[in-house]
């Protein structure tokens, strides 16, 4: 039962994401509903990528 909750919700979060990021949303969307919880990790992870391609490699997030 949770199975079925959760998939859903996954890929509505993932959507609103890749909407909020700029990213194309539709393939995130179906990544979550095949995968569910599992696709979470890939996509933030390509977010980052995505943002550190736009804004260089050279680009400090962390000051101390």
Known sequence: M??????PLVSLWCYLQAKKAGL?????????L???PVSVPLFLN?????RRRVMGPELNW???
């Open 34 to 36: 095949l995968t569910g």
């Open 46 to 50: 390509h977010r980052r990528m995505a």
């Open 2 to 7: 949770l199975w079925l909750f959760l998939h």
């Open 62 to 64: 962390f000051r101390p």
């Open 24 to 32: 194309r949303s539709w393939p995130w969307v179906l990544l979550a």
